[in-house]
């Protein structure tokens, strides 16, 4: 691959420095499309957005929890959480967040050594 040396231009444009020297870069932005995006498109993209973030979320919880071969209750009461919480997770209504989230992380690449520490 080829590397490329890019500078950005005092206009915020970018410039590729080459042996032929400055060249413009032309971006892939549709700037028409996005001056004529409205707010409402905009929300509902967002709302996309974090719909999907919960589903990935919870396909992550619920994979996690069943790499350990537990019940939402044994899972529950092994990292020390309710179970409400372990079941909004796995549901999308609740996304694991700060030591919730690092303790899955651990859960899921490390299962035996996570539980056999939280024991």
């Known amino acids: 691959m080829k590397r490329v ?20 870069l032309k971006g892939r932005i549709d700037s028409a499309r996005v001056d004529g995006t409205t707010e409402a498109e905009i929300a509902r993209q967002a709302a996309s957005d974090d719909d999907a973030l919960r589903r990935d979320a919870a396909a992550y919880a619920r994979r996690v929890r069943r790499k350990t ?46 539980l056999t520490a939280l024991d």
């Open 5 to 24: 040396q890019v500078t950005l231009g005092r206009d915020g444009s970018l410039v590729r420095s080459d042996t032929d020297g400055r060249v413009p």
């Open 69 to 114: 071969g537990l019940t939402q209750a044994a899972f529950a009461a092994r990292i020390g959480v309710p179970l409400d919480t372990v079941r909004n997770w796995e549901q999308g209504k609740r996304l694991p967040a700060g030591p919730a989230k690092a303790l899955l992380r651990v859960l899921d690449r490390a299962p035996e050594a996570a």
